[in-house]
């Protein structure tokens, strides 16, 4: 399939990972741009990226945080026929996108999923636990037609846009709206099987328990929001 794909990165201090990430995905993707937003990185992240000569390097520094809104800041500025996005501290991933592109021709939308067959999580048990729970909640309340609403790393054409676009408020619940939105729109959907990795940098999320357990009641009356929501 022919067509330029736009892969949006979120970065906050992610210096040690960040020049490997980039340069695994202009290596392993054809025609592809990065629109990278960073949210007030202090560890010279950006700074690693001058390394990279690239003219199809978009970089956008914020002084505010948000991970919905780093994520919609991106795809306003992308160009591409394809828009994707991934774990800036996962670089390994980068090595599905050919596959997800070519699944596009009979699908609009490509998620990397941990819950179908040949999937799977090799984070900490706490991690994977919440995780699981989390999603079999989306299921019961959202439907069990997608598996996993919390990948995250995905590809789609962007007319599916018209069916739905992300509201770029919260953490990664955003997400889930985003995907409900889309699959109660008919956009067509197909789940592929990946391997979750250990976080190389150690996860944002779970940096201390109150904030693992802050995020994880948002994301509950996120979800219950999402259902009973008329638009």
């Avoid at 995905?154 to 995907?179: C, D, N, T």
């Avoid at 409900?180 to 190389?200: A, C, F, G, S, T």
Wanted: net charge positive; with cysteine.
């Amino acid at each position: 399939m022919s067509g330029k794909i736009s892969i949006i990165l979120s970065t906050c201090n992610e210096a040690k990972i960040i020049e490997k990430t980039v340069s695994e995905i202009f290596d392993k993707i054809q025609n592809v741009e990065i629109v990278l937003v960073d949210d007030n990185s202090t560890d010279g992240t950006v700074e690693k990226l001058e390394n990279i000569n690239n003219e199809n390097l978009k970089i956008f520094q914020r002084k505010q945080r948000g991970l919905a809104s780093a994520f919609l800041l991106g795809m306003i500025n992308t160009t591409g026929k394809y828009i994707g996005w991934t774990d800036s501290n996962m670089p390994q991933l980068t090595n599905h996108f050919e596959e997800m592109k070519n699944k596009l021709i009979e699908y609009d939308l490509v998620l990397l999923s941990r819950y179908v067959q040949g999937g799977g999580d090799q984070r900490s048990k706490l991690r994977i636990f919440s995780s699981k729970i989390l999603n079999f909640f989306c299921r019961v309340i959202l439907g069990g037609e997608i598996k996993d609403y919390t990948s995250g790393i995905f590809l789609m054409k962007r007319e599916a846009l018209k069916q739905g676009v992300p509201i770029s408020y919260g953490h990664g619940e955003f997400f889930i709206e985003f995907l409900y939105k889309l699959k109660k729109n008919n956009v067509k959907i197909l789940e592929l099987p990946y391997i979750q990795p250990p976080d190389e940098e150690g996860s944002k999320t779970a940096s201390s328990l109150l904030r693992f357990f802050t995020l994880g009641l948002n994301y509950f009356i996120r979800i219950l929001i999402i259902r009973f929501r008329i638009n």
